[in-house]
C-alpha cells in the first residue's frame, strides 16, 4: 500500500500559484519525499525531491513540514501544462509505491 | 536530465505470444530498474524490483514465471510476458535509479500491450 495521501484533484488558474499537499505521517527517519508527474500516456515525469529542508528547482518547490508528517507541492505560476496526475511518494530507494495521486486541473 | 528509453513503445500481438520489453538508461548506470504496469484511469502498479546481477523481488500477486525480469546491465533491464493473453493488456512502463533514497527514479515513455 501507498504510504502517502493526496486528494484526489485539484483546480488551479492558468499564470496562479498552486499548492499541492501530501501526507506521509508513516516516513521514517531515512526516506525522501519523492513527487513526480504524468501526463497522458507517457511515463512518470521527475518533478522535486527532499528529506527535511525546503527545495526549490526551475519546476517546483517543496515545502516539508518540520515534522515531516506532510509535504506540499509549488507550482509557482501554473500553466495549461503542468495539468497531469501528481504522485508524492516516501520511499527507500528500493520501495517506490505510487498511490492514487492528485488530478490537476489548470483552467485558461 | 537522466534519460531512459523504452522500447518498443506499442505493440499488438496475438494470445499466446511472448513479447519482450527494453528498458535502458541511456547517460547513467542504473543500480535498480522498476517495472510498473498501469490500467486506464489507475495508478502505476510496481511490479518488481530488479538489481544489476540479481533477481528480480516481484510485489505480491506478480507471478514471476510469467513476468520475466532480467537485469544482466548497470544500463538494461528486460520484461518479458510470456505466453500473453488479453488480461495482460496494459500499459507498462519501467524506471531507472542508482537506487538510492536521495536518487530520484527516472521513467522510461512506457509500452502500451494490445493482445488480441
Known amino acids: 500500500d501507498a504510504k502517502t495521501t493526496q486528494p484526489n484533484s485539484m483546480e488551479s488558474n492558468e499564470e496562479e500559484p498552486v499548492h499541492l499537499p501530501c501526507n506521509h505521517s508513516?516516513?521514517?527517519?531515512?526516506?525522501?519525499i519523492h513527487w513526480y508527474r504524468q501526463l497522458p500516456s507517457q511515463g512518470p515525469e521527475y518533478v522535486i525531491h527532499?528529506?527535511?529542508s525546503n527545495v526549490n528547482n526551475r519546476m517546483a518547490s517543496l515545502a516539508i513540514a518540520e515534522d515531516r508528517k506532510s509535504s506540499t507541492l509549488i507550482l509557482h505560476r501554473a500553466t495549461l501544462r503542468d495539468a497531469a496526475v501528481y504522485y508524492c511518494?516516501?520511499?527507500?530507494?528500493?520501495?517506490?509505491?505510487f498511490g492514487p495521486g492528485t488530478r490537476l486541473s489548470v483552467l485558461p | 536530465g537522466a534519460v531512459v528509453s523504452q522500447h518498443p513503445s506499442w505493440v499488438i500481438c496475438k494470445s499466446g505470444t511472448s513479447v519482450k520489453i527494453e528498458c535502458r538508461s541511456l547517460?547513467?548506470?542504473?543500480?535498480?530498474m522498476f517495472w510498473y504496469r498501469q490500467f486506464p484511469k489507475q495508478s502505476l502498479m510496481l511490479m518488481a524490483t530488479?538489481?544489476?546481477?540479481?533477481?528480480?523481488?516481484?510485489e505480491q500477486g506478480v507471478e514471476k514465471d510469467k513476468f520475466l525480469i532480467n537485469h544482466a546491465s548497470l544500463t538494461l533491464s528486460t520484461l518479458t510476458v510470456t505466453s500473453a493473453h488479453p488480461e495482460d493488456s496494459s500499459f507498462y512502463i519501467c524506471?531507472?535509479?542508482?537506487?538510492?533514497?536521495?536518487?530520484?527514479?527516472?521513467f522510461g515513455d512506457g509500452t502500451r500491450l494490445s493482445i488480441l
Open positions: 524506471s531507472a535509479s542508482l537506487g538510492q533514497a536521495n536518487q530520484p527514479q527516472h
Open positions: 511518494i516516501s520511499g527507500d530507494g528500493q520501495n517506490f509505491v
Open positions: 530488479s538489481n544489476e546481477g540479481s533477481k528480480a523481488t516481484y
Open positions: 508513516t516516513i521514517s527517519g531515512t526516506d525522501y
Open positions: 547517460d547513467f548506470q542504473a543500480t535498480t
Open positions: 527532499g528529506l527535511t
